[in-house]
């Protein structure tokens, strides 16, 4: 009897251990900046790894581009409306004179100084070129004028530029037109090459 006593003491006892180590564990998904730890109905824990954005650094931005007129000179207009923009110059206009022949024609634009203008009409005037020559431009079937006082302004001109043997009697009068002295149109004995120019539009620089 004593014997079975203390075989139940004993068993009491054991059962007692073992409820003590029991550890409770909480089943509650801890949270953590980047991860999450959670234990599935197994009793096996796994980390799920949460992804976390990147911190993005602007890039600089340039400032936006402005566009500004090279060129905010006013111009005068005659004749047909032209722009301003892509016009040959002075240099690169001779240089295209040079390629011509007598019956070439081409249409272009090019700027470039008055050196003189009909001082009767305005129906007529010469542009400075290189190496001491000149480009005499006349109107479209005169149908427009500039200031007889535009000698010496910049201007602009559009039309066709081609080669033309100008007679003895028309360079005289166009000498006259000019303000040539008496003298200075009798030194005119032969024709002359020159190259010439029928512009639609002009533009002056005011």
């Known amino acids: 009897m004593k014997r079975i006593f203390c075989c139940a003491v004993l068993a009491l006892a054991i059962v007692s251990c073992k409820k003590t180590e029991e550890v409770k564990v909480d089943e509650t998904p801890v949270e953590t900046p980047a991860d999450s730890i959670v234990k599935d109905s197994s009793g096996t824990v ?6 976390v954005p990147a ?3 602007p890039e600089p931005q340039e400032p936006a581009k402005v566009e500004t007129s090279k060129d905010l000179a006013h ?3 005659f004749g047909a409306k032209i722009k301003a923009d892509k016009a040959l110059t002075k240099e690169q206009m001779l240089k295209e004179y040079k390629k011509l022949k007598k019956g070439d024609t081409i249409q272009v634009k090019f700027k470039s100084t008055i050196q003189a203008v009909c001082k009767k009409k305005g129906c007529w005037m010469e542009m400075e ?3 001491d020559k000149k480009s005499f431009v006349r109107f479209k079937d005169y149908g427009f004028f500039v200031p007889l006082n535009a000698d010496d302004s910049e201007a602009i001109v559009s039309g066709k530029a081609f080669i033309d043997v100008v007679s003895v009697a028309e360079l005289q009068h166009y000498a006259k037109d000019g303000g040539k002295s008496e003298e200075e149109i009798a030194k005119i ?3 002359k090459i020159t190259y010439a120019f029928q512009a639609d539009g002009v533009l002056i620089k005011e």
Do not use: D, R
């Open 46 to 51: 796994s980390v799920e790894k949460t992804e």
């Open 55 to 57: 911190e993005v650094t």
């Open 75 to 77: 111009y005068a207009s």
């Open 129 to 131: 070129l290189p190496e």
């Open 189 to 191: 004995t032969e024709p």
